[in-house]
């Protein structure tokens, strides 16, 4: 079975990436291959750099409140380019309401402030261990 392998982004202006550090070090902890974009990183970018690296999912950090946006941005993206195999998924400060709307629009999984890593990781291998 091939490795895992995850573009871990902060889209928009965002300027707080420690909670992205955490989860990327936690992937790779755990044997996934993690490409971290980096702060301000536009939907294109993201999606570019998925395509270049061929991965299995894209992980979104939002903490700036732009992020139904930002998911369907990304999403629209991923269509565009005939890559809705790569699963996106993300947490962030997202408001509980919001979840089914970014689930009903595609987003494979949303992760809020305080979810234990263990709980991420697991679900990444779960959910696309088999990519």
Do not use: C
């Not at 990436?17 to 970018?45: C, F, M, N, S, W």
């Not at 380019?81 to 494979?108: C, H, K, S």
């Amino acid at each position: 079975m091939s490795r895992i392998r995850l573009v871990v982004a902060k889209p928009g202006l965002d300027g707080h990436d420690r909670g992205a550090k955490v989860v990327a070090r936690a992937l790779r902890d755990t044997g996934v291959e993690v490409i971290y974009t980096g702060l301000h990183q536009t939907p294109r970018q993201i999606v570019d750099t998925a395509l270049q690296e061929d991965v299995d999912g894209i992980g979104l950090s939002v903490l700036s409140g732009a992020h139904m946006t930002l998911f369907a941005d990304v999403l629209a993206l991923l269509r565009k380019e005939d890559a809705t195999d790569i699963a996106v998924f993300g947490g962030g400060v997202i408001p509980d309401a919001d979840i089914p709307e970014l689930l009903d629009m595609g987003v494979a999984a949303v992760f809020t402030p305080g979810t234990p890593t263990r709980k991420i990781t697991e679900w990444v291998h779960t959910h696309l261990g088999a990519a």
